[in-house]
């Protein structure tokens, strides 16, 4: 039996990982200077992998020539596979503090990679930068919704949080990074219901151990369980869920040992 969401967590989890190694590496791509495979036109977006279909590179076109005219920020895609113009590309459209060059190469473990202008991490910080490429360009998202839309969605929340004055997480909440604070949470209950279990006779809460390694179930709930979905959503439902997850581990660690006790047979 195939368990698809758990492969999908553990899949994100991995991922991850090699994105931090991916965003050292993503720079390497400068090494290399082809300015023979620059357009002759400008043009926001060399599509070198042919990952955009025709009429959706239009209107991404249009939408950023739009965006910059309105903001002053400019974005740009570089799509490549076997060949890129490398550092060709930064005089070809003129990159500054206030550019962001979204790279899709399919050939790392992520599609995505971005070199981004020293004034757009005062309104986008590193680890949003991280996040994006890990939600958008990880092997599962690209699967599942191809290489087109992981650029068109990066593309439309970069420009949604510099439209607010910045975001420090990327907004939205995907199923799977759900999961994981689900679980955070179900195991921060766990943890509590445990270390309050009665100790003593006639004792039916030991609070002070609650309080004692409170560090830990505080850590699992607020920062993995809570935290993570209040910063990237306003939907309630996600919330009310950890919520019932955190109280329905601590209760069933809690009475397991007195169903326990109570199911034991009295020895004669």
Known sequence: ??????????????????????????????????????????????????????KQEEAIIKDIENFEAETGWKLRVLTQYDRTPGRAVK??????????????????????????????????????????????????FVRDNGENNAIAQSLATVEGCLLKGGCRVVPGLPQEQWILTLITSCVGGVILGLAVTPRKPNQLVAWQWGLIISPLWGILFIAFGIAPVITRTTEWLPLFRNILGFVLGALVAYLTPAFNRSSTPEEV
């Open 91 to 140: 005089k070809f459209w003129g990159l500054d503090d206030r550019s962001v060059l979204l790279v899709a190469d399919a050939r790392g473990g992520n599609l995505l990679a971005f070199n981004v202008g020293d004034e757009v991490y005062h309104f986008l910080p590193r680890t949003f930068w991280v996040e994006l490429q890990t939600r958008f360009g990880n092997l599962y």
């Open 1 to 54: 039996m195939k368990h698809p969401f758990s492969q999908k967590v553990l899949g994100i989890i991995f991922v991850a990982l090699i994105t931090v190694m991916g965003w050292t590496i993503a720079p390497a791509a400068w090494a290399f200077d082809n300015p023979e495979l620059l357009p002759e036109t400008q043009t926001p977006i060399i599509d070198l992998a042919n990952f955009l279909p025709t």
